[in-house]
């Protein structure tokens, strides 16, 4: 869960458990989503995602 988490030895095993939790529902429902969208959507949603990593990578850059 990290390194707080292990330095402090409370409820380490709740905080993981709600952090898979979490963590899981989420990717199920990127996955959902992503997948209906591409199904209705296909060339924009391909075009949108690309542009997204651009963003994302020239933030980065710039920021470095």
Do not use: C, H
């Amino acid at each position: 869960v990290g390194i707080a988490f292990g330095l402090n030895n409370e409820y380490i095993y709740l905080s993981s458990i709600i952090f898979s939790v979490i963590s899981f529902i989420f990717t199920y429902l990127g996955l959902t989503l992503g997948k209906k969208l591409k199904l209705k959507y296909k060339k924009l949603s391909t075009y949108i995602g690309i542009i997204l990593l651009l963003i994302v990578a020239f933030k980065y850059l710039l920021n470095v």
